[in-house]
């Protein structure tokens, strides 16, 4: 067995871990404020974010099985960015509830998000899709973080 399909899966575990720490820290606080009344149940976001991070897991692991590919480095550190992003958010949001700061770094991630789907096509466009969940998700979480500001501010 490649040591990356134990390292990577292992690294995006943990920045899904890592998340989901600092969320859980601040749900008494997301309790207390105004949410849209779009907002999905906390067990949907969850699923969702599996998902993602599946597939984004076994995208990281084919970029960098894919030797040859010149924009690996490239991919490798944007996929590095989107985890630390990642875990960003959820300390702006959830950990300093700084609601005006989480938005603008969920902009920056979803940069990322686009960015990384567009450079899969050099690994493979089949490898692109499973990106695709993510590139639909991100909009829809950057909406609500702003309709969540705007109700809050």
Not at 24 to 41: A, D, N, R, V
Not at 47 to 74: C, D, G, M, Q
């Amino acid at each position: 067995m490649k040591l990356s399909y134990v390292v990577i899966p292992f690294l995006v575990l943990l920045v899904a871990v890592i998340g989901s720490w600092i969320t859980k820290g601040g749900m008494l606080w997301y309790e207390s404020i105004l949410l849209p009344s779009w907002t999905p149940p906390g067990w949907v976001i969850s699923a969702v974010w599996s998902i993602i991070f599946v597939l984004a897991a076994w995208a990281a692991v084919l970029t960098w099985e894919k030797k040859r590919n010149k924009r690996r480095p490239y991919l490798i550190g944007l996929f590095v960015l989107n985890g630390l992003l990642n875990i960003g958010w959820s300390y702006l949001f959830f950990g300093l509830h700084n609601l005006a700061a989480s938005f603008g770094e969920m902009m920056v991630l979803e940069a990322t998000v686009l960015l990384l789907l567009d450079g899969m096509r050099t690994v493979g466009k089949k490898v692109a899709y499973f990106l695709l969940p993510y590139a639909l998700w991100v909009p829809f979480a950057t909406a609500l973080t702003y309709e969540i500001v705007r109700l809050n501010s």
